[in-house]
């Protein structure tokens, strides 16, 4: 298994208390490299020569809510949403910025604990999937949502995680 390209993270704790940061910002380097690598090689996904950056920003449900309100107009928190810094389709040219993940502790540390799944595992699983928004991926549409989804969970079983779907529908 190659590298693969590299990828800049910036990682900011705004809001929720989320622990050790050093120890969130190796999970995402970890899920990011995996994610990269997988777009570079199994999905052609090209990748500019300079390093491309992501945005991980850390919150609180409540500063989730503010964000979901404004953006989504669905003033309520949300595990995870993405800002891509330019619009893409999967498979094309990403610029330097790729946009922002935003993590909500709240609503993740919940959801772990109905999955029966450890808060690091959803974490990871969270930021490929907000990757993969960056990258023009989408589940509005039943058949993106499969693509979507079987990328994701190639990519968590790379590194040893779970399929995040099982035996679900796509969503």
């Not at 990269?36 to 950056?53: A, K």
């Not at 960056?134 to 509005?140: S, T």
């Amino acid at each position: 298994m190659t590298s693969g390209p590299a990828i800049s993270l910036a990682l900011a704790v705004e809001a929720g208390d989320w622990g050790d940061a050093g120890a969130i910002e190796a999970l995402a380097e970890t899920a990011l490299a995996a994610a990269v690598r997988d777009l570079s090689e199994r999905e052609g996904q090209p990748f500019p020569d300079i390093e491309p950056e992501v945005s991980l920003v850390l919150a609180d449900d409540a500063m989730m809510a503010d964000i979901n309100g404004q953006w989504r107009n669905q003033p309520k928190p949300t595990n995870v949403l993405s800002f891509p810094a330019f619009p893409l389709v999967p498979g094309g040219q990403p610029g330097p910025m790729l946009g922002d993940i935003i993590l909500a502790r709240g609503t993740i540390e919940r959801e772990a604990q109905e999955l029966d799944k450890p808060v690091e595992e959803h974490v990871t699983h969270l930021i490929v999937h907000g990757f993969l928004h960056l990258f023009g991926y989408d589940h509005i549409e039943n058949n993106d949502a499969e693509k979507m989804e079987a990328i994701e969970t190639r990519i968590l079983t790379s590194l040893g995680l779970s399929d995040p779907y099982g035996d679900t529908e796509p969503v």
